[in-house]
């Protein structure tokens, strides 16, 4: 489930960003970055490279008794070349196709007006974006942490009728404190004219 990242309020807007957790296997191109695991993948790469004519690990193998004979050696070397090679490439990989989960809300009170923008995970996944008046939002549920699915301190969907697309869209997100389940529902009522529904009661 998304999560509140960011909020800002300016000159009649009232903006919030979302952002995904992802499966633990791909936060860690987040935290690190594009630049870095760039870096550690060329690096990996460059020393898959360097196995291919450096026998060093082939040598300290034989000589360790951890292999029978030089064809053993040289067998255990390829598969850590490959290894290497593989985990780079993987990484190189994954800095092209992934990306931080992200969802921008915009509240733009003078306009009543809501604009989205949501960058899936995949970065060939079709980018989701458009706007709708606040006469869209047909529902703002706030659920607190009992609901399925739990989280910590609750969280509040929105449910908007996309006039183009005719559907509607469903935007969750998790909320991080208890004093933003009393904040952040009184303001989208305040915005948008809805009142909240669900386990939610305004002190």
């Known amino acids: 489930m998304l999560e509140l990242a960011h909020s800002q ?6 903006e919030l960003r979302l952002e995904g957790e992802g499966p633990i296997w791909a936060q860690w191109f987040f935290r690190v970055g594009q630049i870095k695991a760039r870096v550690l993948a060329l690096a990996l790469i460059l020393f ?4 291919n004519v450096w026998t060093g690990p082939a040598v300290f193998f034989f000589e360790a008794g951890w292999v029978q004979s030089t064809t053993q050696a040289v067998f255990a ?6 290894g290497f090679a ?3 490439f993987l990484v190189w990989m994954g800095i ?4 931080q989960e992200e969802l921008t ?4 009170r003078m306009k009543n007006q809501l604009t989205y923008q ?6 060939m996944a079709a980018i989701d ?4 008046g606040f006469d869209a939002i047909s529902q703002i549920q706030v659920h607190g942490p009992q609901r399925e699915p739990k989280t910590p301190h609750g969280f509040i969907e929105l449910y908007v009728m996309d006039p183009l697309e005719k559907r509607e869209k469903t935007f969750r997100f998790k909320l991080l404190t208890d004093e933003q389940f009393q904040f952040y529902p009184v303001n989208l009522s305040r915005l948008t004219g809805r009142e909240p529904t669900g386990d939610w009661v305004e002190e």
Request: without cysteine.
């Open 129 to 132: 974006e458009g706007s709708v």
């Open 9 to 14: 309020v300016e000159k009649g807007h009232f």
């Open 118 to 123: 949501y960058l899936p995970q995949w970065t």
């Open 77 to 82: 070397q390829s598969i850590i070349k490959w």
């Open 105 to 108: 809300l915009n509240f733009d």
């Open 86 to 88: 593989a985990l780079g």
């Open 48 to 51: 898959a490279a360097v196995l």
């Open 96 to 99: 092209f196709m992934l990306r």
